[in-house]
């Protein structure tokens, strides 16, 4: 099976990992990546540069906002009356705290050694900050109902927006669990906004591109020390990226800065299925995702691609209830909120309760890992006083993807084997789009298609 595995030895930033992932994908995939990256934001740009890092070259992925680099790769948060101010308390990882000091205050490092202030001092106002300074002050701020609502209007397929979404709701929560406030209260700052929105979306986009069908992460590397926000100095790594990283495995070292960032913790928490070493596979391809702060060790986010064996086995989580107060509508739509969240599969069968009472068998399909937080959410999203948790085993056949040429173009073909077993069918996205594109009913297009696969024209 396809596998991917990121190593997190330097953390993780939405625009490193992007980058990586960038350098797995074929030069025609790259192209298509990026003319589909630079149509959907109105003033976003994506361009790729190469980058080194202690001798290592790799992809430095440069976002700007008609035509300016936030020197904040990551969300930028504000509350209230310090909406403007509070983007400071998102250091990216490639700028640390560098990026977040005032003309007319000094830049401090975490350490506070005097022998390195006048390097840290001059650094940060290398980065041009009057006029981050005075753009902070110029911006609106954007609500996570309207981030999802661009990210409804992108023209991607609809998996690329499902874990966008479902990654700017974990971060909302894990900011609004940081600072002590209702999620509908939190705001990001406009230009930081759009900046993560496109890392996230890029990362999402590039594997749904890729397609692997195992993705495994090395326990990930928080830094260390201190960093100055808005709010004053907070220990590295940030709240937001604590409440994040539940769950999952990470450390401290001696490399002073924040080294991971909230981006970077809910794109790698979302998509990473185990946590590692790195298995035993057939590498194909290396990507290197570069970081532009100066570190003792190489600034990298190094992704991994190759075949490995399936081990057949996973655990699962379901999450069950019973239902007989909630109309169709409002079940479907915490359907929605949970699928967002990072819900694997949901379904929801009739049933007759006490009282010959009719309701409703709910069942949501999670990771072990999101156990608890889904639970919460189903208590939050439907009427239900209790929700009863299962661990299950899981026995899969090995997942692929191949390609079939039709007259509609490529379209990608889902298969399963294992213990003699062979089964196959088109990718839904895939034949719902060329249907679209067609002007033809969606039944013929996959007749079509089925035909083209059984011809065996292979792409």
Partial sequence: MKTLYLE?????????????????????????????????FPGVEVSPRQAATCGITGTHMDVTIRGQEEHSHDIALGCG????????????????????????????????????????????HDHGHEHAHDHAHSHHHTAPADVAAILDALDVPEEVKTA????????????????????????????????A??????????????????????????????????HGIVPVPAPATSHLLEGIPCY???????????????????????????????????????GKKEFPAANCVRAFWGEAGDPQQAEIVELCCHIDDMTAEALAF???????????DISAAPLTMKKGRAGVSYTVLCKPRDEERLAHAI?????TNGVRARRCRKYILTP???????????????????????????EYDDVAAAAKNAGLPFQRVWEDVLTAMKEGRHE
């Fill in 8 to 40: 997190c030895n330097m953390g993780a930033a939405g625009d490193m990992l992007m980058a990586a992932l960038y350098e797995l994908m074929p030069q025609a995939e790259q192209a298509r990546f990026l003319e589909t990256m630079n149509r959907l």
């Fill in 334 to 344: 915490a359907g929605e909120q949970l699928l967002a969240m990072g819900a694997l």
């Fill in 252 to 290: 401290t070292g001696d490399i002073r800065g924040e080294l991971c960032t909230p981006t970077g913790a809910a794109l790698v928490s979302h998509f990473a299925q185990e946590f590692g070493p790195m298995p035993v596979m057939c590498l194909e391809k290396t990507g290197y995702g570069i």
């Fill in 379 to 383: 208590l939050r999203e439907t009427n």
């Fill in 400 to 426: 692929s993807v191949r390609s079939v040429e039709t007259a509609y173009g490529s379209i990608r073909v889902k298969c399963a084997d294992g213990e003699g077993i062979h089964r196959e069918k088109p």
């Fill in 81 to 124: 009356q310090d909406t403007v101010h509070a983007h400071v308390h998102e250091t990216s990882h490639d700028e640390a705290h560098h990026s977040h000091c005032h003309e007319h205050e000094p830049c401090h490092d975490e350490h506070h050694h005097d022998h390195e202030h006048e390097h840290h001092h001059d650094h940060c």
């Fill in 164 to 195: 966008a979404k479902a990654i700017y709701s974990r971060i909302a929560q894990a900011e609004s669990k940081a600072h002590g406030m209702p999620v509908e209260q939190i705001h990001f700052h406009e230009v930081g906004a759009l900046d």
């Fill in 197 to 230: 929105v496109a890392d996230v979306t890029g990362v999402c986009l590039a594997l749904h591109l890729l397609h692997p069908d195992r993705i495994v992460a090395s326990p990930i590397h928080l830094g260390s020390g201190q960093v100055r926000c808005a």
